[in-house]
């Protein structure tokens, strides 16, 4: 509906669909008044016993200010944030999980859809609260295959990593139907094992990761509601409640549109028998051909 795709599957019959999107400017003004705000991580030493220890604090808040400001601006959060915002005006919910990249030494955010993940109690929006957390994407094959070979998996068991279609559920699932490259739904569950964040991530039919503990105390996924509901853990958005007034607002300009048609140029009527040309009424300037009769 934000983008305008309002009257996709409606039986239409002979009528011109119309759309009078007023979804995207509230949801742009609404937006452009949070994306005034600047959002950064500032670690401050709230407690200490000494003043010795809080200069020592201080100190250590001031390292750790440098480098959260330059992981921050490495992964763009400012504009992570904002797409999440944006998820949330518009689907009631945005997410953001961070992860630990081997590979580079730092750590990396992304937005993750609303419906890529799957919490243990729906009813309760504290994150922190749920039993566990589940997070579904696609991967390619070979790099599934290239997880199970570096954790060890043996060959056999690597080969029934296998390509599937299982689409259905992912966001935007129609653009995404004919994938140039083999890909796998993979699998990511968070849960809490003794107060640490465990993890285990798995393809259909193999474990590429199992029962891994963080040792963090608290889930790396944070989400912004647009607006709390009670009983949801999803909260509900901007958009969501004013979709019937976009569609009547449709409705009226279609039918507008249609009585326009119908009712603003004058009829033609003739009788087909006195007129030999009848294919020249609708010209200008042609003459019309009377056969027999006054």
Not at 16 to 36: A, D, E, R, T
Not at 125 to 151: C, D, F, G, H, W
Not at 182 to 202: D, F, Q, S, W
Request: glycine share 6%; net charge negative; with cysteine.
């Amino acid at each position: 509906f934000y983008h305008g795709k309002q009257w996709e599957k409606a039986n239409l019959g002979g009528i011109q669909p119309m759309i009078y999107n007023i979804l995207k400017p509230i949801v742009k003004y609404k937006l452009g008044v949070i994306y005034q705000n600047h959002y950064e991580i500032v670690f401050n030493p709230n407690t200490y016993n000494t003043i010795e220890e809080g200069e020592q604090l201080n100190n250590l808040c001031k390292v750790l200010n440098k480098h959260i400001a330059r992981t921050w601006e490495i992964e763009q959060a400012d504009k992570k944030v904002r797409e999440a915002t944006k998820d949330a005006c518009i689907n009631d919910e945005g997410i953001t999980h961070s992860f630990y990249d081997e590979e580079t030494g730092q750590t990396k955010a992304e937005v993750i859809d609303k419906n890529n993940i799957y919490y243990g109690n729906e009813n309760n929006s504290n994150i922190q609260e749920q039993p566990y957390m589940i997070i579904s994407y696609r991967l390619p094959v070979t790099e599934a295959k290239e997880l199970a070979e570096a954790n060890g998996i043996d060959e056999e068991t690597i080969k029934l990593i296998l390509p599937d279609s299982e689409t259905q559920e992912q966001a935007g699932y129609n653009s995404i139907t004919d994938e140039v490259n083999p890909m796998c739904l993979v699998l990511l569950k968070y849960y809490k094992v003794n107060g640490t964040v465990h993890y285990t991530r798995a393809t259909k039919y193999v474990t590429l990761e199992k029962d891994i503990d963080t040792k963090l105390k608290l889930y790396p996924i944070a989400h912004y509601n647009w607006e709390e509901q009670k009983g949801s853990a999803r909260g509900i958005g901007a958009v969501n409640c004013i979709i019937p007034n976009q569609i009547e607002i449709n409705k009226i300009e279609a039918k507008r549109c249609l009585g326009v048609t119908m009712g603003a140029f004058p009829k033609l009527v003739y009788n087909k028998d006195l007129i030999a040309n009848s294919s020249s009424l609708d010209k200008v300037g042609t003459s019309i051909e009377v056969t027999g009769g006054a």
